[in-house]
């Protein structure tokens, strides 16, 4: 790989990965990384928040994290990989909350009970950083920028899922999904041009409220127009600016 | 790639070695027993949950033959008991519907190929079923976007017959010539005579089968110039719109046919080039486009079109147009391609069919490609059909440093490059003109399979 490439999820990226968290530096994928780098946490703090974590996986294609109806005691942060959350509607069908990327946290949902309330399935190989959330809570109340940084996380979390799913067009939908992958990839030095869908179509059909076939129709309409290419599992936007323009009424929302 | 084909038969001479013919690559002898339903099972699912999921290729095997031809080596059964079709049919009906069941219903069949054996070794009511059942279970594409074929011995076949295949929706067929000589045809027990197979060409034009495949083999029994040359004058008579001219490989202790040929009446090595020689530059001399390996068809054949537009596909059937596509092999010995993996059916009946009546996918081995296996495959594959790798395209696609990552194979390719069959160049590798009958050799030297030892005897020669 020439240096200045950027890896494709989910490539494992050699640089971050090698850049392993000690007792003073996160992960540069850590999703609490911000909330002790940028804003100054002091060693003794950061040294406390670094023994709650516990490396988890790796998880396996379709290996649950957890379940729905587990006691809740942990959030988790993905480190390499990628998980789907869902649960089971009233008619029984499954409903897709989400999908978590490196650096992302699932679990937070959980905070509101004492228990899970959504599946949380690898969708590739996948490894994860776990917090005990009953010693992360009791850091939180000594440490005010960490309860910040949960909250901000936690609201970050509702926003993403109520924006696609309003009443907009099957591409608009599909753009901005498309769209704000490559922006959560790139954030964490992921390439945002070339990545993998990790998803399976009905995932991402389900998530989009979208059937299967539309999700193909659509992505099929893209590459015929030259907005993408995509290859198996590998998608590449090559037509940024009509994606930008295409997902607009989501992104801009 | 250029259209003429220079040869140099003391070069050809060297490089006449054992080695695969890539219509896979890993190939088959590295399948695994280990393979096994639930890993197919999985690897259909996969498939199903690509964001464009690819287009289907259905292979149907028809494993029966009337009569042995001594130098096939394709998994057959020799019978004249027409029953032995009709007992086939119900394992395979079965073995569709399970094999429907892995795929998700919008997944449109692009391509279907029937072969042997001798398909036509069943009746046409029996391949009307056969192809009913497969549209009943699976979504075919529309007429127009839909390749349709079928392999025929002429022998076997009345033209009216043809008719009903046309109206079935065959629109491609593959003859089997192979020579004209009839002290060859003796030799080879495939006695065939001109007038039945330019009846049945003729039939394939009548009633819209647009494209037909002749098979013509050199290096056979008796085999001379003059009666080859002959044969060739023949073929082009009847125009084929593509042309396949495989080498006869004698390995008799691996196929059992062949011990029925006696090794001294096969032509010399030189001998055999020289035949190869002739088909390559009459052919040339008809106007004939060399696709590649040993195949070749008209200007205005779909193949060379594709081939010059840079959008020819090689699998298990050969040469293709269609993009890659998710390959399910039905029948005794079928290979399937899904996602990327390969797996094979057992090679003999009772067994493929015991596993159908018990509800399991036959499946008794194959393989899961690694990374390296899925970079190679992609460089074998342009090699192969556009006769030149694309590095930069490679190194992007795959993340590699190609010269250091491949620094083994460039270092096997020296020799290759000195004799003028291979160039390097910055962004690409590229076969030469003599190059270009040599593909085998080349991608020999990227098979990660084939170490410093010996070349198994269990691959025929390049040539």
């Given at each position: 790989m020439t240096a200045k490439e950027k890896p494709v999820f989910p490539q494992s990226n050699a640089r971050i990965v090698s850049d392993d968290g000690d007792a003073f530096n996160f992960c540069t994928t850590c999703a609490f990384s911000s909330a002790c780098m940028d804003q100054g946490m002091g060693k003794r703090e950061l040294n406390d928040l670094h023994m709650l974590v516990e490396h988890i996986g790796p998880f396996h294609a379709g290996d649950p994290v957890f379940r729905r109806g587990e006691p809740f005691d942990a959030i988790a942060a993905v480190r390499a990989g990628s998980v789907k959350t869902s649960i089971i509607d009233q008619t029984g069908h499954e409903r897709v909350l989400g999908f978590h990327l490196p650096g992302e946290v699932i679990g937070l949902a959980g905070i509101d009970g004492d228990r899970y309330p959504c599946d949380a399935i690898a969708l590739d190989t996948t490894t994860l950083c776990r917090f005990s959330f009953p010693r992360m809570a009791e850091l939180a109340s000594r440490v005010p920028l960490l309860q910040q940084h949960l909250f901000r996380l936690l609201s970050r979390d509702i926003g993403a899922a109520q924006r696609l799913t309003g009443d907009w067009p099957a591409d608009v939908r599909m753009a901005a999904f498309l769209l704000t992958l490559s922006h959560r990839l790139a954030a964490r030095g992921f390439s945002s041009r070339r990545f993998q869908l990790t998803m399976a179509r009905t995932d991402i059909g389900n998530y989009l409220r979208l059937a299967p076939e539309t999700v193909s129709r659509v992505l099929k309409r893209f590459q015929d127009d030259g907005l993408l290419a995509v290859d198996r599992r590998e998608v590449e936007l090559l037509d940024r600016p009509s994606l930008d323009a295409l997902a607009a009424p989501i992104l801009d929302s | 790639m250029t259209n003429g084909v220079t040869l140099d038969v003391d070069l050809l001479r060297r490089y006449d070695r054992p080695g695969p013919r890539y219509t896979s690559y890993p190939t088959a002898p590295q399948f695994v027993p280990g393979f096994d339903e639930q890993a197919l099972r999985e690897a259909a699912k996969e498939s199903n949950g690509d964001p464009i999921p690819r287009p289907l290729s259905v292979y149907v095997h028809v494993p029966f033959c009337t009569s042995p031809c001594f130098y096939c080596a394709c998994n057959r059964v020799i019978t004249r008991d027409r029953s032995r079709g009709a007992a086939y049919l119900a394992p395979l009906y079965g073995e569709i519907d399970l094999a429907a069941g892995l795929f998700d219903p919008d997944r449109e069949v692009a391509q279907l190929h029937f072969g042997g054996g001798t398909p036509n070794f069943l009746a046409p009511a029996q391949l009307r079923d056969i192809v009913a059942t497969l549209r009943r279970q699976f979504r075919f594409a529309n007429a127009d976007d839909l390749d349709c074929s079928i392999e025929l011995d002429p022998r076997a076949l009345r033209p009216s017959e043809v008719a009903e295949l046309a109206a079935m929706g065959f629109n491609r067929a593959s003859l089997g010539v192979q020579d004209f000589d009839p002290v060859v045809q003796g030799a080879v027990n495939r006695v065939q005579s001109v007038g039945e197979t330019a009846a049945v060409v003729e039939a394939c034009r009548r009633h819209g089968i647009g494209s037909v495949n002749i098979d013509l083999i050199y290096g056979l029994p008796h085999q001379t110039p003059g009666g080859f040359s002959k044969t060739l004058d023949i073929v082009l008579a009847m125009r084929p719109d593509r042309l396949a001219v495989y080498g006869y490989a004698h390995l008799p202790k691996l196929v059992k046919a062949q011990t029925r040929i006696d090794a001294a009446t096969l032509p010399t090595r030189d001998a055999k080039l020289g035949l190869l020689q002739l088909a390559i530059e009459t052919l040339t001399a008809a106007?004939?486009?060399?696709?590649?390996?040993d195949h070749f068809a008209l200007p205005d054949d779909e193949l060379a079109v594709a081939q010059a537009r840079g959008s020819l596909h090689r699998n298990f059937m050969g040469y293709t147009t269609h993009a890659e596509s998710d390959l399910i092999g039905l029948g005794v010995s079928a290979i399937s391609h899904i996602g990327a993996t390969y797996s094979q059916n057992p090679r003999d009946i009772a067994s493929w069919q015991a596993a159908i009546e018990d509800g399991r996918l036959p499946v008794f081995r194959g393989m899961r490609m690694s990374d390296d296996d899925q970079l190679r495959a992609a460089l074998v594959q342009q090699l192969m059909c556009?006769?030149?790798?694309a590095v930069g395209a490679l190194e992007r696609r795959y993340a590699i440093d190609f010269r250091s990552y491949f620094r083994d194979a460039l270092v096997r390719l020296q020799p290759l490059i000195a004799d003028g069959l291979v160039q390097v160049e910055p962004d690409r590798i590229l076969a030469t003109s003599p190059g270009r009958l040599l593909l085998r050799n080349i991608a020999m030297c990227f098979d990660a399979y084939l170490g410093e030892d010996a070349i198994p005897a269990r691959f025929s020669r390049a040539i």
């Open positions: - | 106007g004939y486009v060399h696709i590649g390996m556009q006769g030149e790798v």
